[in-house]
């Protein structure tokens, strides 16, 4: 991972976190959905349309979240905040 | 919803969708529209997306687009359409691929992204387009009508999944109007098709409008999940 990556990765963070209902990380750590999970399907949509709006602003890239890489994948990339920032970073980087 | 509501209209080059657009800019609302082909409208408050409604990226960039000079989408009429006459047996695999990436899965990228930015502010209206040749079950437009009921199916379920956001996702079922899609039907044949309809004649922008304005009523959100054909067709 490059320098820039890093940064990215950071900022991408601190974008998932400021993004999720405060509430939810007070409540649930920071597992995002699934078991344990802190939001509902439809949470998570409200959500995941949010974020992908917001990466919008911040970087000026038009990412769709619920991606085929997304889906493909055995483990879901909205498990949790560490997960996710790692799978919009990879996005970003394409 | 706000005075001037902001449309995004699929299919506005020709036919019902430049009809529905100029009626809604005629009565002060900001329509964006797009096609496969230039603009055909110029009005201060029409904007225009040159784009393929089945094309994922390029739906993205227009509705961030939208959201980004507007502010937000109060209406999503996804009119673009094709169409191809033909016995089920006599088409080619390429023309049923292609009637579904316009109607099925245009309809679909549309209705996914403009409720992103419906879910923002909790309201939205979606009218999507379905055909009386579905319920009809038409000879010589059974991909045409497989794709419209994929949308109708599409539809119903959508406005469960959004049932509790303040958005709703109905569909109209036009007759046949006038315009280019149907220009090549011989004449007989669409008078047999006319003849199946309880009230026997060709629809009008007009008719479709009326449909659509009580969709898009305020007093209409607890409206959501419907067909309405016109012309007195049942589902």
Known sequence: MNARTQVSLKKVRDLVVETLPQSTLKSKGEIIFGPDGALDSLDLVNFLADL??????????EIVLASEKAMSRNRSPFRDVDTLSGYVVELLSE | MNAVRIFVI????????????ACFLKRGDVVCGCSRKPATIKHKNYRHSLLDVADEKAVVKMIRG???EYGRVDVLLNNAGIAAMNHALLTPAAVARSIFATNFHGTFLFCREATKAMLRRKTGRIVNFATVATPLRLEGEAIYAASKAAVESFTQILARELGQTGITVNAVGPTPVPTDLIKSVPRAKMDALLA????PRFGSIEDIVNVLDFFLAPQSDFITGQVIYLGGVTG
């Open chain 2, 196 to 199: 199946r309809q309880s009230i």
């Open chain 1, 52 to 61: 992908e709006y917001r990466i919008d602003q911040v970087f000026g890239c």
């Open chain 2, 66 to 68: 939208v959201v980004a």
């Open chain 2, 10 to 21: 699929t299919g506005t080059s020709r036919g019902i969708g430049r009809g529905l657009a």
